[in-house]
């Protein structure tokens, strides 16, 4: 078979065997769209100076600073970043930035889906993508654990290409712009939207109390007490409190029950082996000791036999 037969076959096993209305339309209407994206950003080219503004005033609003950031566990050091709604933010204020996940391919026999996440500076047409293959899978404790239930595998695969998404998003976006944003999110989530650090410090321990967090387990996070807590203490527990809320952490792995020293285990075994001692029978009452030998003997009646009554010398 010559390579001029095999091109056409290729062809025919790689395209459906029917491309409906709906599906035509669809491939117009996206062929158009890309045309029309590059066209607009050569037309309307972005003003940095008013990107930086958007970024700096979007920074500053305490709802996007509470979601800046993530905070994960590996093995024993905890991860922190930026994070993908920071991303897509500052994409936004950038401007002229397209960007998306598709799964490419979900298959059910092997377990895995096939996805791919991209981003794209219309204007400078700078892109950046990358294809991964997510198994319908979840880490647990207790190791990985399939997933069957297709909640659980859309839930997995969005969670999975919003990790990529991030990085592609910050890969065609410059440095600095990132780093500025960054820093202004920080100070953001430090001031803590102009409230008292007293009461600041407050809510932080009833919102993990909601979690069953006890604040001596915060004390021991943070490493001091609550009356030495600072701003930046503050910051990276409501950083922690939003990876936990969003399953990004465990509370078990993050605040771990406080160890047992020998030294209290000695103790307590001491205490528990007093405590049985006192509970122990009492003693066998012992024998009256016999009377002195220069006393006067008692009779039957307990008198003494000398001055019994009736009874003269």
Request: net charge neutral; charged share 25%; proline share 7%.
């Amino acid at each position: 078979m010559s390579t001029r037969d095999i091109a056409p076959m290729q062809q025919r096993l790689a395209a459906p065997g029917r491309v409906g209305q709906g599906t035509a339309v669809e491939q117009s209407r996206a062929v158009a769209e890309v045309q029309a994206a590059v066209i607009v950003a050569q037309q309307c080219p972005r003003d940095i100076q008013v990107a930086q503004r958007e970024m700096r005033q979007s920074c500053a609003q305490k709802g996007l600073a509470d979601r800046a950031f993530y905070s994960y566990r590996r093995g024993t050091t905890t991860v922190n970043g930026p994070s993908v709604h920071m991303a897509r933010e500052l994409a936004r204020c950038w401007g002229n930035v397209q960007y998306g996940i598709v799964e490419l391919r979900r298959d059910d026999d092997y377990h895995q889906s096939e996805m791919q996440a991209w981003a794209w500076d219309v204007q400078t047409n700078s892109r950046s993508s990358t294809t991964f293959i997510v198994p319908h899978k979840r880490d647990v404790s207790g190791g990985p654990k399939p997933l069957t239930d297709m909640r659980d595998i859309y839930e997995n695969n969005a969670n999975m290409g919003a990790r990529r998404l991030r990085e592609v998003i910050f890969s065609i976006l410059p440095p600095w712009f990132v780093e500025e944003a960054k820093d202004l999110a920080h100070k953001t989530l430090s001031d803590g939207g102009g409230k008292p650090l007293p009461q600041r410090i407050a809510d932080a321990v009833a919102m993990f109390e909601g979690l069953g967090v006890t604040a001596d387990q915060l004390e021991t996070r943070v490493g001091r007490p609550t009356a030495k807590w600072t701003e930046y203490d503050v910051a990276q527990l409501g950083i922690t409190f939003n990876s936990l809320r969003r399953g990004e952490l465990r509370i078990e792995e993050e605040f771990p029950p406080p160890r047992v020293s020998t030294d209290e285990v000695v103790g307590r075994t001491a205490k528990a082996k007093a405590g049985k001692s006192d509970q122990s029978p009492a003693a066998t009452p012992t024998a009256p000791e016999p009377p002195a030998a220069d006393s006067p003997a008692e009779g039957d009646d307990g008198w003494p036999a000398a001055v019994r009554p009736g009874e003269g010398a």
